[in-house]
Nanobody, 125 residues
Framework: QVQLVESGGGLVQPGGSLRLSCAAS????????MGWFRQAPGKEREFVAVISQSGEATYYAASVKGRFTVSRENAKNTVYLQMNSLKPEDTAVYYC??????????????????WGQGTQVTVSS
């Protein structure tokens, strides 16, 4: 089992940047593919990005591609989400998640075995 704790959320103006972190503990972090999801008030939780075990493969939602970058440091048991050019519509609670297997369904919630508690990101002037 793995425990996930997100940090780095906060209030930022439109056009600004934030970097989210997700620290993992428990079983070998490097054996998990790591995803980021977000959930805005009144909306379904949606996929943001995913990175493979080694970091060689990444995949992004169309709404964030070119603005967000997912990365990981296996030696630190941490995955990051660098968010640039933030928009008000990026406002949401952001969750990291761990998946034991890489499948074609990495953009779906069911692909992930473990979830963090989330961190709030608010983009507003």
């Amino acid at each position: 089992q793995v425990q996930l704790v997100e940090s780095g959320g906060g209030l930022v103006q439109p056009g600004g940047s934030l970097r989210l972190s997700c620290a993992a503990s428990g079983r070998a972090f490097s054996t998990y593919n790591m995803g980021w999801f977000r959930q805005a008030p009144g909306k379904e939780r949606e996929f943001v990005a995913v990175i493979s075990q080694s970091g060689e493969a990444t995949y992004y939602a169309a709404s964030v591609k070119g603005r967000f970058t997912v990365s990981r440091e296996n030696a630190k048991n941490t995955v990051y989400l660098q968010m640039n050019s933030l928009k008000p519509e990026d406002t949401a609670v952001y969750y990291c998640a761990a998946a034991q297997r890489w499948t074609v369904y990495m953009s779906t919630r069911n692909a992930y075995n473990y979830w963090g508690q989330g961190t709030q990101v608010t983009v507003s002037s």
